[in-house]
């Protein structure tokens, strides 16, 4: 199965509001975790990353926040705005010397006027 | 600077037939890694290169897929005798390091099996 799942295909938010998208993860040996946003027809864009030896770290608009003891990782959007329409991926980098990210199947967020 | 580039952008192949998709790292960067993604998922890790050298293949099928990024040129991910179950996109991503965290992405080429 999946390493890295998500809690919710699709998520639909206000314009102006607080967006959070979800995340688990199964691999306690993961160190390293990567929020991408991938837009129709485009590659995914990094938006902020977190190791695993932190609890909280915040980007411009965006927070991202990881609780370890119950493998949840969340990305929170400050003020969402129609350019944050996407899917988002959670990507995860296990320890160990593993190359490749593992990915997430992704939530899309939806912006309403 | 420009970013990964990666063409085709379309690439529609009848079954049986080979596909061969190119990948352009970022300036600098000498690792490359390959990716799929089916409708709906998540990118899968298939294949990660440096320059002359597969470190990483623990994604890729064991048949009909593979891949080179030779010394001069573009990384190739070739793919053979290809069915409809190969169509889906097809991302590149390059690191200019081992940091294999530190992927920038291409704009992917989306291939299409009839």
């Known amino acids: 199965g999946e390493s890295v799942g998500l809690h919710l295909p699709t998520l639909s938010v206000q314009e102006g509001d607080n967006s959070i998208i979800n995340c688990a993860y199964s691999?306690?040996?993961?160190?390293?975790f990567i929020w991408y946003k991938q837009e129709s027809g485009k590659g995914p864009q990094f938006i902020i990353d977190?190791?695993?030896?932190?609890d909280k770290r915040q980007g411009q608009r965006v927070t991202v926040l990881l609780n370890k003891t119950v493998k949840h990782l969340s990305l929170q959007i400050a003020a969402t705005q129609p350019g944050d329409s996407a899917v988002y991926f959670c990507?995860?980098?296990?320890?160990?010397?593993?190359?490749?990210?593992?990915f997430g199947k992704g939530t899309h967020l939806i912006i309403q006027p | 600077n420009a970013g990964v580039m990666q063409n085709p952008r379309h690439l529609v192949r009848r079954r049986g037939q080979e596909a061969r998709l190119r990948c352009s790292p970022m300036?600098?960067?000498?690792?490359v890694y390959w990716y799929r993604q089916l409708p709906e998922e998540g990118l899968k890790f298939m294949v990660y290169?440096?320059?002359?050298?597969?470190?990483?293949e623990s994604g890729m099928p064991k048949e009909r897929f593979s891949a080179e990024f030779p010394k001069e040129g573009p990384s190739i991910l070739r793919i053979q005798q290809v069915v409809r179950g190969d169509s889906a996109a097809y991302f590149c991503?390059?690191?200019?390091?081992?940091?294999?965290?530190?992927?920038?992405f291409g704009p992917g080429t989306r291939l299409t099996v009839t």
């Open positions: 991503a390059s690191s200019i390091g081992q940091a294999h965290y530190e992927q920038y």
């Open positions: 691999n306690s040996a993961s160190d390293y």
């Open positions: 977190i190791r695993s030896n932190m």
């Open positions: 990507a995860e980098v296990a320890g160990g010397g593993a190359d490749g990210l593992t």
């Open positions: 300036k600098g960067h000498s690792h």
């Open positions: 290169l440096q320059k002359e050298n597969i470190i990483d």
